[in-house]
C-alpha cells in the first residue's frame, strides 16, 4: 500500500475542503515570501548601485534625496553646487578620488548624467560597441535603453530640460551616440553618460552667468578630470561629487568639514539607506505578521478538514486496522495527508510570490527583464510552513491512532 498516493487520493476526494486548506495557506505563505523576495531584492541593488562610494556631496538639503538622487537615480537633486567648491574640496588629503556628476536633463524619461570615464569604471562597465564620451555632445547609453528605444551608433538624441519625458528644451544640442554599455545589471543600463562639459554646453544659452571670460588659461582638475577654463571654474556647476575615503578616518572628519561648509551637504550611502530601511521596515513588519497570522489561519483550516475527514473516515480505517495495517501506519497516514495539503498550499503560495515579484518588477519604471531571483529565507520558509502542517495533522492523526476499531465496526 502507497501511503502517498493514498494520502493524495484521500486530499482529492473532498476537493473543496482541500482547495480552501490549500488557498488560505497559499496566500499566507505568498504574502510572507514576496515581502523577502522585494526586501532582499532592494538591499542587494542598493549595495550593488552604491559600491566604491563612501559619501556624496551635493546642495544643502535632505541628505536621503540626496543618496536617492545621485546614486539611484530616483528622486530629483537638491540643487547645484559650485565647480569652485568641488575644486577646493577634492583637495582634502582625506579624499582618495571624486567623480563629478551633473544632473536635471533627460531623454524619453531616462535620465542624462554628466560625468567622467570614472564613473562607468566604478561599475566595472564596458562597451558592447562604440566608443566613450571623448568628444562634446557625444553620449554613451545604457544597455536597457538601447534595447528599449532601438537605438543604434550615431543616432542622435535630444534632450529634454528636467527630468519627464516629451517636454523639449534643447533640440538646438542633441547628442550622438558614440557608445553601447554592456549589461552590467546595475543603474547604468537605464541612464544616459556624457561629459561634464557637454551638460555646460547645453545650458550655455539658457544661464548667462555660465558664460566663459576671455582668458583662456587652462586649469586642469585633476581630482574630477575636467578640463575647464579660469572662467568656468569661476561660474560654473555641477550637481554632486561621488567620494571614495583615502582612510578610515575620514568616514569621521570628512562629513563635519562638508556640513560645515555654507554651501554643501554630505550624505552617507551606509547610514542614509539603513535609515530608508527602518522607515519602511514597520510597514514591512505589519505585513509579515498578516502573512504569519493568515498561515497560523490556514493551519486551523487544514486541521478542522483532516478532523471532519477522519470523523468521516473512522469505518474505512477501522477495516484497514483490521487487514493488517497497524496503529502507526494510520498515524503516518494522516500525517502526510496534513503534509501534502500544506505542501500543495506552499507550493502556490512561492508560486504566486514569485509572479507578484515578476509583476511588480514589470511595472517598475525602465526595468530589465525579469531574471529568477531566490533568497535562502524561502527554505526557511518552506520548512516552516510544513512544520505548521505536521503541527497541524498531529491530533487529527493521534485519534485515528487511539481508535478503537472493535467498537467503530460494531456500530456499522
Known amino acids: 500500500m502507497n501511503l502517498i498516493l493514498l494520502s493524495i487520493k484521500n486530499v482529492l476526494a473532498k476537493p473543496l475542503s482541500a482547495l480552501l486548506s490549500i488557498l488560505l495557506f497559499g496566500f499566507g505563505v505568498s504574502i510572507i515570501v514576496l515581502i ?46 559650485a565647480l569652485r567648491d568641488a575644486d577646493n574640496l577634492t583637495k582634502n588629503r582625506l579624499i582618495a578620488s571624486a567623480i563629478p556628476l551633473s544632473l536635471g536633463d533627460s531623454y524619453k524619461g531616462y535620465r542624462i548624467v554628466g560625468t567622467t570615464r570614472k564613473y562607468p569604471e566604478l561599475y566595472e562597465a564596458g562597451l558592447k560597441e562604440g566608443e566613450w564620451f571623448e568628444e562634446e555632445m557625444t553620449a554613451v547609453i545604457g544597455a536597457a535603453i538601447a534595447t528599449e528605444l532601438q537605438l543604434k551608433i550615431g543616432d542622435e538624441l535630444e534632450s529634454d530640460h528636467g ?11 542633441p547628442f550622438t551616440v558614440a557608445g553601447i554599455l554592456s549589461p552590467s545589471g546595475s543603474m547604468l543600463d537605464n541612464l544616459v553618460l556624457v561629459s561634464v562639459e557637454s551638460v555646460w554646453e547645453v545650458h550655455s544659452e539658457h544661464e548667462e552667468e555660465h558664460k566663459e571670460v576671455e582668458t583662456e588659461e587652462i586649469i586642469r582638475l585633476e581630482q574630477l ?6 572662467g568656468q571654474l569661476e561660474t560654473q556647476e555641477i550637481t554632486s561629487l561621488l567620494i ?3 582612510s578610515p578616518m575620514a568616514a569621521v572628519q570628512l562629513p563635519r568639514i562638508v556640513n560645515g561648509t555654507s554651501n554643501l551637504q554630505a550624505a552617507s550611502p551606509p547610514y542614509e539607506t539603513a535609515r530608508l530601511f527602518n522607515i519602511i521596515g514597520v510597514g514591512v513588519d505589519v505585513v509579515n505578521i498578516l502573512g504569519i497570522v493568515i498561515v497560523v489561519l490556514s ?3 487544514v486541521f478542522i478538514a483532516l478532523f471532519n475527514s477522519l470523523k468521516e473516515r473512522k469505518y474505512e480505517l477501522a477495516i484497514m486496522r483490521a487487514m493488517g495495517a497497524g496503529r502507526s501506519k494510520v498515524f503516518r497516514l494522516i500525517m502526510i495527508e ?6 500543495i498550499g506552499s507550493l502556490f503560495g512561492f508560486g504566486l510570490a514569485h509572479f507578484g515579484f515578476f509583476m511588480l518588477s514589470s511595472y517598475v519604471e525602465h526595468t530589465q527583464s525579469y531574471r529568477v531571483f531566490f533568497v535562502m529565507d524561502e527554505y526557511y520558509v518552506m520548512s516552516g510552513s510544513l512544520v505548521v502542517g505536521l503541527l497541524a495533522s498531529v491530533i487529527p492523526a493521534l485519534l485515528a491512532y487511539r ?6 465496526l460494531s456500530k456499522a
Open 225 to 230: 578630470g575636467l578640463e575647464v577654463t579660469s
Open 244 to 246: 571614495k575615503y583615502r
Open 36 to 81: 523577502l523576495l522585494v526586501s532582499s531584492f532592494l538591499k542587494s541593488e542598493i549595495a550593488k548601485n552604491a559600491q566604491g562610494i563612501d559619501l556624496v556631496v551635493g546642495a544643502k538639503g535632505s541628505p536621503l534625496q540626496i543618496i536617492l538622487a545621485n546614486i539611484f537615480h530616483i528622486d530629483f537633486p537638491t540643487g547645484n553646487i
Open 163 to 173: 527630468l519627464s519625458a516629451n517636454i523639449g528644451g534643447h533640440e538646438e544640442h
Open 299 to 301: 493551519a486551523g483550516s
Open 338 to 343: 496534513g503534509l501534502v495539503l500544506t505542501a
Open 403 to 408: 481508535d478503537n476499531i472493535s467498537e467503530t
